[in-house]
């Protein structure tokens, strides 16, 4: 019995009128937890009901506590016939259950009903006694602190990171449940939405269970799913990455700005989070810690239904084993190729060396190697057993195995940037997994090798590191264009790299980045069980060629050279396969430059025809000459020929690697690369060509003022002004029958297009600003529809800055043009004194990192330039150092704070929300614990709501509401990482009914502004209760 | 093909004032494209008339999940379901409480019933106001009408708290409540030339001087309605002009005051007893409902309309009332003092803001 919930109900407001003849409610509420139920009196006779009742106590066990949610009931009281029942609150009392996030939940939450949506609102008070639990056996792992978002959360520091966790719980869906037929959809929802909170709740002590074994303390990258398979049962499954955090306690902002604030020496050392730890990495982790994870990591891996395989991998691999880890330090040889093996064999002994994570400690990310992933599609039947998922559990096991056996060949030990994902259509469901390959550093690896002292430092500069190829040159595993790095010179890098991982905040960038999609509709025969099956994995090959194809051919029309965030997305229909890519595209400066596109006709004997193709050659000139203008790409090109490098022949080469399995096939892999030719040639050999290429060249460019990109950052931008607005926009569109491959392309493509634009127009006021991490999902509801649907957060930033940054653009090149040599790593030498002294960049945003790489390749051969270039310099410094730094930014800051200011004044506490892990101009002081709620709304009076646009917008519109409402409760004034990761929606018009559900999850956090916090650094407590007040104050 | 659903959904409600300005107008959603189109904001934002419907629908809809709410203002403030920040919120309040002019002097001191609102598209017709701005505008008056009705108080603050509207707004509620309430005619031919504006200022005055809230608020009864018992006194006044010698008296006292400080001096003698007789006969029949109703044409036809007659400008009518006002506190046996003054001084302000063409 290790803890008591303590709940209280205080009052109600806004409570529909339950009684027409007196035109009043008499409201009462039942509260219950588990089996148990207390009611409040009945408070006759008003809207506004004022109960004040007594403290309701439940005791319960822990694991119960992480499970169950609190249900509260208003209700109507009615003497003579049953009691009507006005609407629920289910509140999630896992944040309650650790001691590092809220204490106490307390505030206006939302009453909702299935049917009528929010229906009044009601304030009640929750507390959670616990008692300590010494249970060795325990059941329950409350403690184990969740997170959303895929980086070290901001208040963190990272001990150690333990790796993947996943975990998935079946059931039967109620909704096909056959009580279904006799009870009203009122009980039917009910009962789906109670049995999905209690099913994450199991799901997140299970995981929690597993983090505690591994020594862990925290879930980042948490992804939680759900798959409703209909007939054959409801899945929720999540995945994330173990990690032990630990709060920095230094509270003022003194030590926020590690990288620029200290020399660069101190940037080698292994500093992250927020303060240089100051002690040598030899010590590692506390050694009270790393015992304990060694001992419940060895034998008794019972926590792991896969236990047998991991162990199986040990075994097999006997070279790369333990042993190696001990001496390592002594052997001064081949150090890059030792240490590798070191993580590689700690990795190995991981069942899968993955990381959900997108955003990466500094050091620890070393190199990239490219994406990885892995579909299969599968017949769904009845989950027979709900206690042993081993089918799914199986399937998912057999697509890491790929996943993981795709990394190896990349050379790579580890993939970051993990996820998972399912479309299913009737009884075929297509799972998919993707993720980038790279090498990770054993600095928080537990079982890395002990002598952290050589390191790859000497070896790896930060800011083009992570762009060296892992992989053996000589053992390619794929045809590809290698090149000496553009940065430092000494290591080989691909000419295009394709990831799934934010852009690393030290990697040098040239320009701006940019969203890329790829959007492609395949129509498919109607088809049954096995033929189904077979048809949909026969067509997904050529899909993805297809989708990767105008990926790059995206690429090069924009002269960027590598994606980041690369999402693709395959969603199965009845009659079509429709396929979404999105990623951010970039210049990496360490990469080579992109090299054109040349068009090349089939039949060259007709004039009129080469001159189309010439015509069209030349639209793609100018295209790629306008957007390299755009996005400010201008590469240093001189640099070549002074130093007498080898020349790189720009080659296309693919590195997207996959294999597509019906059921229990084999591994079959397709080559993606465009053959060795010296530029990205497209064959215009029949009409579909043509129409491609048209299609490529009509993407309509984002308006002026506007910047687009599906990660967290854009590069180049630092200035965020406070402003920021997060929104969901969906789509339906609804298809003619019989249409053409071609046809359906367009449409699908257009649907995409405009509605970025729409988005483009409904923000306009906030310009400049740029659209982050721009989701897409898409979707097919039912035959011949369409479904898109897009949740980002739109960021101002300061227009000054941009307008310096146009006129540098502008004087940029003549400054080139004079010296002749890489002045621009001159100058951003001499930036770093600067802003050290000054060091006034905003947290997280700033360092696209173009100095540390400058540092590098300064130290190595650029001495003897130097005085040469420093005479040239000189005049050119101040007009730089404005592009690149962040250095009219006091004014930015004073304008963001003003502008923060005037929200103030609301009686509802405002609550931000944003997809992104952190809030512009803002320093998030404390996690609250994570906020995931899943909702059915249900109607039979469409055309009354406004349609199905009116029905879907209100309940959007609810969602949002009662996500802020509970953060509000729990203290909180934001969500971040805030995610939609389901929209199903079905209509049926002609019985004027739709129901649609949604589930969004998020991390409810605390935030002080940044120039608050100036003020109130001398006392972090007074300003933690003040924004916490003001969360609970209404 | 087409767009079977479409919405935008911002954690800020995202809403634009012209937008919103075309809604309270009236427009449909296509004659609103169509305006906007044509305002240049294609251009201005390198936007397509298909995003420009889809923006407008879905502004449209969000106007109208927003009206139930801007019916109760202080709800907007707490409800959950819209993070609007509060300069919005006041704003759009105050849009959809604002009225036309053209409008409001046509249903200005009618009875806010079913049968008014029904010949509301007469009204429509003849201002070139739309059918549904009318009834918004209606509505918005009725409702008004109905929470105030029932406060103590006084009538604008009353206004100013439940509809969180700005001062001028409020106190212009607190006209039409007042017409409203009394039935004041407005619609008579010769009172066209009067504008609302006019009418509000008249309200004004009565509310604060000849209403029980304005010798003391503390009052059970409210701005609303007029003092009763000042409306009982007001027939004492009769005596100025019953009385023959007080009225002689009354009318040398004016005589001598006004001799050579105006060059209509003649006009106003001759004048003096029609005038007077007119202001103190519409003083002693504001006990009956029915002439309270006519208190605007009886002070049109029987003072306004005869000075105008005589060519006196307004300045002539100030200085006349100003005499004519304060002259009789000389008169010795004349003891209605404080109900002279009372009266007087609306009278005085109501006539000279209504003197104009």
Redesign the interface.
Known sequence: MPGKLKAKIVAG??LPVMDRASDLTDAFVEVKFGNTTFKTDVYPKSLNPQWNSEWFKFEVDDEDLQDEPLQITVLDHDTYSANDAIGKVYIDIDPLLCSEAATVISG?L?IYDTIHG?RG?INVLVKVDLFNDLNRFRQSSCGVKFFCTTSIPRCYRAIMVHGFVEELVVNEDPEYQWIDRIRTPRASNEARQRLIFLMSGELQRKIGLKVLEMGGNAVVGYLQCFDLEGESGLVVRAIGTACTLEKISTFPATATHPSNSSPSKDMKEPVFGEEAPGVPLSSGPPTPLRAQTFSSFSPSKSYSRQSSSSDTELSLTPKTGMGSGGSAGKDAGPLKALLKQQTQSALEQREYPFFTLTVFPPGFLLHVGGVVSARSVKLLDRIHNPDEPETRDAWWEEIRQEIKSHAKSLGCHAVVGYSESTSICEEVCILSASGTAAILSSRFMQDGPLDTELRFEEVVSPGCGFCHIPYDELNIPFPAQLTYCYCCRRYKVPDVLFTTIDLPTEASVTGKGCLIQARLCRTKKKAQGEVNAMAISNLLPFLEYELHTQLMNKLKLRGMNALFGLRIQISVGETMLLGLASATGVYLTALPSPGGIQIVGKTPSDITYEQHISNMQKKINDTITKNKELYEINPPEVVEEIIGSPIPEPRQRSRLFRSHSESSDDVSEIDLSHGKKDAFVLEIDDTDAVEDIHALLTDSPT??GFYSCNTEIMPGIQNWTSAI????????????ANLTNQGLNK?FSDLCE?LL????????SMVPCCLCHLNFTVAIPEDE?I?VAVTAVALSFDKVQTLENGKQSGEKTPIKAITENDEQLQFNLELNAETSSSSISPKGLSEVGSHPSARDRCSSWIEQLKLKAHTIRRGSVKTTSSMEKASPLPEGRSRSLRSNR??S????A????TPLSFIPGAKIIKYLGIINMFFIRETSSLREE?G???F???F???V??MV??HVAALGGNAVVSYSMKECV?MENPNKNQAQCLINVSGDAVIFVRESELELTSVQPQSATTQTSNGGEG? | ??????????????MDKEVYQLWLNGYTVNDAVKVRIEGGVME?????A???L??T??QY??F??CERLLHHPA?L???????I???R?AMLIERYYAFDDSFVREVLGKKLSKGTKKDLDDVSIKTGIMLKSCRRQFDNFKRVFKVVEELKGPLVENIRQHFLLPDPLARDYAAIVFFANNRFETGKKKLQYLTFQDFAFCAGQLINNWTVGAVDNMMEDMDVDLDKEFLQDLKDLKILITDKDLLDQHKSLVCTALRGKTNVFNEMEANFKNLSRGLVNIAAKLINAKDVRDFFIDLVEKFIEPCRSDKLTSIDVNLYLTHYTNSAHILDTFKHHTVWTRYMGVIKSCILRMYHD
């Open positions: 407001r806004h206006w939302p929010i609102e308006p002026a607005q997060m929104f969901t926009s969906v789509r339906v569109f609804r298809l003619n449409i405009n634009k729409s988005l483009y127009f409904k923000l306009r529809l479904q005037s929200y004044g609301s009686s509802v405002v609550v931000k929300m406004g199905v646009s009116g879907l917008h209100t959007i519109a609810e949002f509401a802020r409402a929606f209404t | 093909m087409s767009v079977e659903l479409d919405v935008f959904v911002g954690n800020t409600t995202i201005e934002c390198e936007a397509s298909e995003v420009l889809s923006d629908m879905d809809r969000t109208q999940m709800k403030a707490n409800q959950l379901l819209f993070q920040p509060p300069d919120q």
